[in-house]
């Protein structure tokens, strides 16, 4: 039997994949475990490897096109099998963008969570940057008149997925009557399932404006920009991801703000003592992130409010038993987060090694869902550009993100006197839904107080 070889889900946030390239040809004999084609998510290029033995009989997709999880990709089987039975199973096959539409109806009909990935090493904590993508469609809130938009689209056609469309056939139903609660108003298979048991809503005839009340003009359309006067750029993986993660987070966790000042004269003389040392046996340098994210790990070891999730799927705020720092990694398309696991109990010799491995990987684009997956807490630097202050979206689940700025040379006062000194702003943003400005503020604290003092990292 045909076996259909699907999109695979390849990171928690992936929603689709680009085919990059095939590297299996028509008529090949392949062997589970072999790769077949290359892809692209949202973080890196991956290899797809297929699980079976068998013939590639038939490539679905071209070079190039978007595929949705779930989506047909290329078919497997005996030399010389039909493969009718499968494309039909994905509404006939053809070309790329044709398969990824009817597959993305296709998973949609089916109402199934996305399948998790990982490894499972991660199952006591919440799957990183990108845990909801594991959770179940919300149903959209029905506004206005009780009932969702009319699934009317474009030129009047009515959005429905074709398994909808069927059962209404086969139920006697007039699919235009119907409501859509699916994405853009599409009629999907509970809402036809609610209209044959008597209790779905029916489309309404759109209202009639009040005849004292003439339409307003519609605005005139904005002059198109000149050919030449700008550069289109396409919108990759990563930053449909970004933009719709960031999003996400900015509009649905209410952020507030905590900001401190840190004398980093003794961590500058730390870290020189530290580095000549590292010097002399052979070992990477110490940076300032470094130790922020060492300071950071014991501090949120001692403050488990902080290191925690709010999951509102679940009904749960989850406190994690283990101390997982993401540090913002900034890349051609984008950003990426590395995690240093069990950050509390490394030393910065070795956070130091592994954060300056990851980041390498996260450039070169080699890097994989179990460096990323995880993080119980972020930061974010930018003061090697000379920004003194800033804040950062919280990266979800986490429920907090620290945003470091440079360390400046500025006059202080001690004892009286004016000295020259060491400072360095850091903002903590914090979800109110899990953190309240005293746990915020206990917590960065004490960063403070260990980054004053940095001995207390050593010990």
Known sequence: MAIAVEMPKMSDTMEEGVLVAWLADEGDAVAAGDVIAQVETDKATMDLEVYDDGVLLKKIVADGASVPIGGLIAVLGKEGEDVTDILAQYGGGGDGAAVSEDAGQKAEDSEQPAVPSGDGATESIPEGYGHEGQQPEPIPTPAGDGGTAPAAGD????????????????????????????????????????????????????????????????????????????????????????????????????????????????????????????????????????????ACAVALRRHPGVNASYLEAEGEIRRHHVVNVAVAVAVDEGLLTPVIRDADRKGLAQIAEETKALAGKARDKTIQPADWEGSTFTTSNLGMFGIEAFTAIINPPNACILAIGTIRDVPVVEDGAVVPGKRMKVTLSCDHRVVDGATGAQFLDDVVRVLEEPMNLLL
């Open 155 to 294: 030129g009047g056609r009515i959005k429905a997925s074709p398994l909808a469309r069927r059962m209404a056939q086969e139920g006697g139903l007039d699919i235009a009557t119907l409501r859509g609660s699916g994405p853009e108003g599409r009629i999907i298979k509970r809402d036809v399932a609610a209209a044959l048991e008597g209790n779905a809503p029916v489309a309404a005839p759109a209202p009639a404006l009040a005849p004292d009340r003439a339409p307003r003009p519609a605005p005139a359309p904005a002059p198109p920009m000149e050919e030449g006067t700008y550069e289109a750029v396409p919108i990759t993986q990563m930053r449909k991801t970004i933009a719709r993660r960031l999003a996400e987070s900015k509009f649905t966790a209410p952020h507030f703000y905590l900001t401190r000042e840190i004398d980093m004269a003794r961590a500058v003389e730390v870290r020189t003592q530290l580095n000549a040392t590292a010097e002399a046996q052979g070992l990477g340098k110490v940076s300032f992130n470094d130790l922020v994210t060492k």
